[in-house]
Every structure is written in structure tokens, then in C-alpha cells.
């Protein structure tokens, strides 16, 4: 799993922006003046350089997959970016990476059979929230119920489990409420979609508590490969030492991964073949191998 975050030099209108955009501002570049590097930020808390070799690293990182915040130094309050953070890591616990596979059914009002659950730190740890009722406006997150555990100690936990309300489109497009959505990009300014994802789940106008689990239970299946392309072998294992050994149909040996799986030179021939929420790594596999591979993108290397 990784989860790369950076809390740097930006300017404040850039923190929390995609690694892409902020590499390719100018503002994060160096500018020289008599005496050094001139700052890229700067207010009551800290002065700061431009962190263009750390912004560049984080966006190339974001291309492969890894879960990458970039946030200001120089930003009077650090909530949205521990909040930015927090959710990159959730999203590869919950992904697999930032990307989730398709369901077999999207409700007439955009919402899904899935439950979004955060179970909070134990009562008495000293956990700023450990109650539901704690949590976001009226009627964001839901008691479920109380698991109770004892520690190594003797001591019994209890921690509560809440269920984050579900916006429907009509609430996401018409309102400001609070809770998370189903998005597939088609949710203007309120999505977050990753470029290389087909679909993710969004927060908006809430954050995952720090210290929180957090699990997504659906009652349907999450699409896989198609049965087709997995009857015939996909992400079985095969010996890239002996050249032109075939692995079945379509697929080919990858020698990275000693794995079948389809080739491809862009992410479009991932999704022709069936797999929508794989991206394309066209780095060459060797003198043999020319073409690169549909991974699925993950926080894991």
C-alpha cells in the first residue's frame, strides 16, 4: 500500500489540488532572486520553498496508481489537509487503489446497494470522535451498533459503527447536503474520479474520521474480469523465462508479474477488452515484449 502525502510550499489555493495541476504551476517552480530561492508560500505559520521535485514525484506517483496529497505548509488551518490524507488512505483500503470495480446495477436515483460504515475509535481512548451523533450534520452518519471488544489489558472497548448517509443524484445536484455518492464522473464539480478509475465513492461535505476503520458492504457483487477472459486464464501464472511460451486466446505472459494478462498500448485497448477499471502500463517488458500490460491501478506496488 502506498499512500505518498506531502505537506510543502504550495501556494494555499493549490493545496489539496491533483499532483498534475500543481506541477504545472508556475508558482511551484524555483524563482531565484540575490540571496537564494524566493518562497512559495508564506503567512503567519511558515515560509516555505517551492516543493517542485516532491510535487513532480507525487504526480508521477498518482500516474501509477499511488494514492498522492499535496498540501500547503502555509495554510492557517491543517483540517482539509489531514481530511485529504485520510481519504487517500481509505481509498486504498477500500479501492482496490483509488479505482472500485462496476456494480451489475445503478439505481434510477444514482445510489447503490452499499453501505459506507466507519467504525470509530473505542469510548475513553481519548479519540476526539468516538460517537456517531458526533459527526456531521443531523442525519449524515447513522448508529448501526456497538461493537465490544476487550483489549490485551482486560478493559472493555466499545466502538460505534456508523452508517454514512447515501446521496442520491437528485440530492447531489440540487443540494448541499452532506454524505457520499456513487461517482462515475458524471457528477460535475462534485466528482473526484481519478482519470484512470471507471468509478469511486466521493465524500462531499464531510471527511473520514482520523483513527476510523472504514469498510464498503454492498449486497450485490462488484464486477470482476469478464468470465470469458478469466476462463481462458487471465492472472495465471506463466514462465516468462521461456520466450513465446503462450498463455491462451488474446492474453500474453507477463514478464514482470509471471502472470497472464492482456497487452495493450493504451488504456483504451484495456476497456475494448472488457476491463474498465484497469489502466494501461505501456512501459516495455524488455527486448521481447514491446507493448505493456492492463494492471489494475492499485496503493500497492
Do not use: K
Not at 515560509?47 to 513532480?56: C, G, N
Not at 486504498?92 to 444514482?110: K, N, T, W
Not at 492482456?262 to 484495456?270: G, N, Q, S
Request: aromatic residues 4%.
Amino acid at each position: 500500500m502506498v499512500v505518498f502525502t506531502v505537506i510543502a510550499g504550495v501556494p494555499e489555493r493549490l493545496s489539496g489540488a491533483t499532483p498534475s495541476v500543481i506541477v504545472s504551476d508556475p508558482a511551484t517552480q524555483p524563482a531565484w532572486a540575490e540571496g537564494g530561492v524566493l518562497p512559495s508560500c508564506s503567512s503567519a505559520t511558515a515560509t516555505a520553498e517551492p516543493p517542485s521535485r516532491l510535487a513532480a514525484l507525487a504526480s508521477e506517483l498518482s500516474d501509477y496508481g499511488a494514492g498522492a496529497v499535496v498540501a500547503s505548509i502555509c495554510a492557517h488551518d491543517d483540517t482539509q489537509a489531514f481530511a485529504s490524507i485520510s481519504a487517500a488512505i481509505v481509498r486504498c483500503v477500500i479501492g482496490p487503489g483509488a479505482c472500485l470495480p462496476s456494480l451489475r446495477e445503478v439505481r434510477s436515483d444514482g445510489t447503490v446497494a452499499c453501505d459506507l460504515h466507519e467504525t470509530l475509535p473505542a469510548r475513553g481512548e481519548g479519540a476526539r470522535h468516538t460517537r456517531c451523533a458526533e459527526l456531521g450534520a443531523p442525519g449524515t452518519y447513522e448508529l448501526v451498533r456497538v461493537d465490544r471488544a476487550t483489549d490485551g489489558a482486560g478493559r472493555v472497548l466499545d466502538r460505534e459503527v456508523c452508517r454514512v448517509r447515501q446521496l442520491t443524484r437528485a440530492e447531489l445536484l440540487g443540494s448541499d447536503e452532506p454524505g457520499w455518492f456513487w461517482d462515475d464522473g458524471t457528477a460535475g464539480a462534485a466528482s473526484d474520479l481519478p482519470e484512470y478509475c471507471a468509478h469511486t465513492i466521493t465524500l462531499r461535505g464531510t471527511a473520514y474520521v482520523i483513527g476510523a476503520e472504514v469498510s464498503l458492504e454492498c449486497t450485490q457483487r462488484l464486477g470482476a474480469a469478464p468470465p470469458a477472459l478469466t476462463a481462458l486464464g487471465l492472472g495465471e501464472r506463466c514462465d516468462p523465462t521461456e520466450y513465446g511460451q503462450p498463455c491462451p486466446g488474446p492474453l500474453r505472459c507477463d514478464p514482470l508479474l509471471a502472470l497472464c494478462g492482456v497487452p495493450c498500448t493504451a488504456v483504451a485497448d484495456c476497456r475494448a477488452a472488457g476491463l474498465p477499471n484497469h489502466a494501461c502500463d505501456d512501459e516495455p517488458r524488455g527486448p521481447e515484449s514491446a507493448r505493456g500490460f492492463c494492471v489494475s491501478p492499485t496503493c500497492s506496488s
